[in-house]
């Protein structure tokens, strides 16, 4: 015979697990009714949150009349030791059944989405509703309404940037292609020397060696308040800062931590909503988007990218985000550095030397301020690309660097030898001589991610020949960088395994009519 | 610069939350570069556990040089409080690139699915890789090949019940039908009388108000130790024990109660994985599968149960479990009563009165005792149903069953009266005069489980009118049975909100050809 609700005295535990959940006593459970797996509303006062309920196993952690509570709850109702709240099983919200529809494949409606998106963000989901939805997008996709819907409520269950009627532009790669993180390090400081706004924010790499966010935090603080990201865009023009330190669409870091990042999967639709939320999140009104496509890339084809384009130029639409996207060559990693510090580096030699360096970085980064710089109006159509490349070449955009860089608590002095880097350095070597047939994204992210990137700032791999370059016997091919010589090891392991850079003989291609389809064809290179 | 090892301090946790888990200081987890959703292995001499990482957020809770320890881990790994154990960051198990393979919808290898079984069991995936498996096996399906491989594996990791050359027979429901949780009470006395061995193994409820050992728990001990049950099954001939208990497919379990009850999900492949993987563990050779079809149970069309036999059947021929499949009536609830003990009683009615009470209870498990009778050879092909009623009739299939509950432990001279069952009762009654139009077995469920069953033993609903019958207005239709006043208002309250008993007049089918289509047609009753 039970009770309808109890009154429990809280015990921190201050352990974060993931999921909100709390811990009863197994006689207090039975009371109230309380099975694993069910939810409780545990308040205080007018105050209360929503946890999955744990029993404990015996009395020596949670006697009974007390109430475990983990941190991942006690940062939605702040709760002192000690304090008496009064806990009750309520049933699962209406989201469970929005995750079942999809599970299904059937479309969701509107309100389904926000009421999902807000408990997602609420703690409400457990972590098996929440990787049953993901999945299921995985695999049952969404309508492009659906996608709005999702863009819409991601955006407005977090914190907004207020640029009131200034426009503000943006650049997003959608990834998958080593050493492109940089490319922002390049972009923002041209737009902005030319007065326009351009607050990038951007997520921490998942599955790379360097997000955005990591290169940039070599080189200034990047965990920025949504006040401070306003403030300075609006004072120096531009800055770089952590979407999720802002609490820009924070339902998409929990997506992509809890979910996406595990699992390694990354649906079209979250993609999509992923993207767009933090833009509208952060004011933006033109958006140039860069697909990057190319072997072993994240869009492996033109068809694909071109696909890609068509939905997020149209998502734009919907969402009133002007959208132009440039689908860039990602064959190979962009420029020679990989990983945060490496790339730091190579982003700041490039702006101090006026563009002098990796041409794939320099013309990618031009082009696409140069984009910009016509959607914004600060230049005329077909004329941005040469003002990028002046800017770039006269020093205003490292003028401008350095502005931001002082502007979000870095030292703008710095140069870039001043820069850490692992100091465990080794170098793979070319076996003959020949030409450098193909340098492999996938290798390459994995001798980073093994040498440590990102967590690791100073770790990651350099590359000395690139498509087409003639090598030597003998000559270094790439070298890995890494802060632990264990993880240099394990790097090396990896680099041994894979092939990131193939030497050939001169004779690249070899079509035969008769064995065609059963070669694997290569472009030249 | 990190350490590739710790040597840390046991802090228990007598809390299970469902995952093998541990806690680490933020220093300790810097030192030994382990981030969240990393697995350590956590070793003491030669045994050890792996476990995944979670970091404290202050040092209150897991200090410097401590270990936080949940019960899970615990459970696998005997720690005691201030022992010392080495912990080391290890790379995910290969059975995570399983998962991701069934999520790209691909084939497992057998040693893959081995592992991946041997791994769930060691508690070494996160509950979010084994909903990605899980949700993805919904999705994708699996080929029989892959089948057989799970179901082997899933019986290998556990207890196997060892007969040695014995006949040992069998017989499992499907489900999806309330009231089919007492068959096993009165199948398995009139087999065990006829000389044949009958270790009946069954799950509790998962999403039914009562399943066979919830029922049979009512009237003596379920939780029986896989030496008990072979002792009990030689000695008297049947028993009706918990498979859990038993340890007989344990990963069915973890599947179950971690993905498949919170989703409500029951992917086909699992379906036939669970319920041959006990079998098999049971040692059954001879096997009567029931699938109840009809409008709201889990199988609503012939074609899918013959669909189902079929696949069944051959997964016992690959496992040489003789099986036949009885496809039964499953349109509306079996027999008059709902939940455990309501249940417990209807059978025990039935048993001492030599067969009188619910025709469709009794004639459907003398059909199924009767082809298990013909399959262990007790009767001669085509009297296995005549000898299955006389053992019901005389009363040596009570006798037996007084035999059964004595020998697992429960009162062998317990009257159907005796059984408690819940003290609050409602009835709902005919607004108007007519004929049964339908049962419906989700609403049946529905309020069974409002009012508390399975949980609460003595909840439950009875059933006056059935299809067909004749009712007047004023007539009780169902009775609900509760233990607790709060969970009868609750069954209350669905039960005004769906039709559990629909009465209509003497017409009971309407067709119109022009709006055919339109009409939802019913079967007669």
Chains 1, 2 share one sequence.
Request: a negative charge; hydrophobic letters at 40%; proline letters at 5%.
């Amino acid at each position: 015979m039970g009770l309808d609700n109890l009154e429990l005295t809280v015990k921190r535990f201050n352990v974060s697990i993931g999921e909100s959940r709390v811990v009863m006593n197994s006689a207090d459970a039975e009371a109230v009714g309380a099975s694993p797996h069910d939810r409780v509303k545990v308040a205080k006062g007018d105050s209360y949150a929503v946890a999955l309920t744990s029993v404990a196993e015996s009395d020596d952690v949670v006697g009974r009349g007390e109430l475990g509570v983990f941190s991942d709850v006690l940062r939605r109702l702040p709760l002192r030791e000690g304090d008496r709240v009064t806990v009750e099983v309520i049933p699962p919200p209406p989201s469970v059944a929005t995750v079942k529809k999809k599970m299904r494949g059937e479309r969701l409606e509107e309100k389904e989405i926000f009421d999902l998106v807000r408990d997602v963000y609420d703690g409400m989901l457990s972590d098996v509703e929440l990787t049953a939805f993901v999945v299921s997008l995985d695999h049952h996709g969404m309508s492009m309404e659906e996608v709005e819907a999702l863009t819409r409520a991601m955006a407005d269950v977090g914190s907004r940037l207020d640029f009131g009627d200034y426009l503000v532009v943006d650049k997003h790669s959608v990834g998958g292609v080593p050493g492109n993180s940089k490319d922002a390090l390049i972009v923002v400081p041209i737009v902005a020397a030319a007065g326009l706004f351009m607050p990038k924010t951007s997520t921490r790499a998942i599955m790379s060696p360097a997000g955005t966010v990591d290169t940039m935090e070599v080189l200034a603080p990047v965990d920025l308040t949504p006040g401070e990201i306003v403030e300075i865009t609006k004072r120096v023009g531009g800055s770089i800062s952590w979407a999720a330190g802002a609490n820009l669409s924070p339902v998409d870091g929990i997506f992509i931590r809890k979910v996406e990042y595990p699992l390694s999967i990354d649906p079209e639709s979250l993609i999509y909503a992923s993207i767009m939320s933090k833009k509208r999140a952060a004011g933006v009104k033109r958006l140039v988007l860069d697909i990057p496509v190319g072997s072993e890339a994240k869009v492996e084809s033109f068809k694909e990218a071109r696909r890609m384009a068509r939905n997020l130029i149209e998502l734009g639409e919907r969402l009133g985000i002007e959208t132009q996207v440039a689908i860039s060559y990602g064959g190979q990693p962009v420029g020679r550095c990989v990983g945060p510090a490496l790339e730091a580096r190579e982003a700041l030699e490039i702006l101090s030397s006026g563009g002098r360096g990796s041409r794939s970085v320099i013309e990618k980064a031009v082009a696409i301020a140069g984009m910009l710089l016509e959607m914004g109006g600060a230049a005329a159509i077909g004329a941005g690309e040469k003002m990028a490349k002046e800017i770039l070449e006269t020093g205003r955009a490292y003028e401008k660097m350095r502005e931001i860089i002082e502007a979000q608590g870095g030292d703008p002095d710095v140069k870039p030898e001043d820069v850490p880097v692992g100091e465990h350095v080794a170098q793979i070597r070319a076996k003959s001589s020949g030409y450098v047939a193909a340098v492999s994204n996938r290798a390459i992210v994995r001798i980073a991610r093994a040498a440590g990137a990102p967590g690791d700032k100073g770790a990651g791999v350099k590359i000395f020949a690139k498509r087409g370059d003639r090598v030597e016997a003998g000559d270094p091919l790439i070298e890995i960088y890494a802060e632990r010589q264990s993880k240099l090891q394990k790097a090396l392991e990896v680099a041994r395994s894979t092939e990131p850079v193939r030497v050939e003989g001169m004779v690249l291609e070899v079509y035969r009519d008769r064995t065609i389809g059963r070669e694997v064809l290569r472009e030249a290179p």
